[in-house]
């Protein structure tokens, strides 16, 4: 019974990210203070030396230079100790080649949580799920350090990581243009602008010719929004 709500608080989106002081593969780091002024993705994983856990850990490394672009650092935690994470990580490089990958080196910081004690602070103990292991929790927290997105995955389950690129750049987007992106938006895809607050606006867009906007109703109405100036926006900060 004592045990039973460990786990269980859930930062939320619009939160500061929990602060913590950590060991990690690439020396002590303090959470979120020294990444102010980026995009981070903090993400867990249930242990080392698993197979699911490798895949993920060669794409994301492959990854890493996609996600700089954009301002966003990448930061992996596990609750196993330190030698076992850089004993995996050069096993990783040395060893394996998984879809065209090899040669892999992970050079974004690997926290060690033997106590668990970011885990508890970030629900990443799923009751149901693992006492011992870190379910595949991934938060998206902007230069301020607020929490923008939350992702939480099954052990079984391998993440989809450009969509975790995906919702990087439509953050992004969304902050830089005041829009909102509908289902499946990728870059270049229609935008959706903010809804009317007025019987005025309302009627005014659904006049609207000029063909700057498309409005299915008067609630819902989209722009376009090219790549490029997506892109050139996002990619000079």
């Known amino acids: 019974m004592e045990n039973e709500n460990v786990g269980r608080s859930i930062p939320r989106i619009g939160e500061k990210a929990p602060s913590f002081r950590a060991v990690t593969t690439q020396g002590e780091i303090n959470f979120p203070d020294q990444y ?4 981070v993705i903090l993400f867990s994983h249930p ?5 699911v856990c490798t895949s993920e ?9 996609d996600f700089e672009k954009y301002n966003c650092k990448l930061v992996g935690l596990s609750v196993d100790g330190l030698y076992s994470h850089i004993a995996w990580l050069r096993t990783i490089k040395d060893k394996i080649e998984y879809k065209g990958m090899k040669d892999v080196e992970v050079k974004f910081p690997l ?3 033997i106590t668990m004690e970011v885990a508890n602070k970030y629900g990443m103990m799923q009751p149901g799920e693992s006492n011992t292991k870190a ?4 938060f998206v927290i902007d230069p301020k350090g607020v929490i923008r997105t939350v992702l939480y995955y099954p052990l ?3 993440r989809n990581f450009q969509e975790i690129l995906r919702i990087v750049i439509a953050l992004q987007t969304a902050d830089a243009f005041s829009i909102a992106t509908p ?30 906007l498309k409005c299915y109703d008067w609630f819902f109405c989209t722009k376009k929004l090219d790549k490029d100036t997506i892109f050139k926006q996002l990619e000079k900060k």
């Open 156 to 158: 079984s389950l391998g």
């Open 57 to 65: 850990f060669m794409t994301f490394a492959s990854m890493e230079k």
């Open 47 to 51: 242990a080392d030396f698993t197979p």
């Open 111 to 113: 926290i060690e949580d």
């Open 183 to 212: 289902a499946d938006w990728q870059p270049g895809d229609d935008v959706i602008v903010p809804t009317a607050g007025s019987c005025g606006v309302a009627k005014e867009r659904m006049d609207t010719k000029d063909g700057s």
């Open 135 to 138: 379910v595949r929790a991934v």
């Open 36 to 39: 102010a002024g980026s995009w």
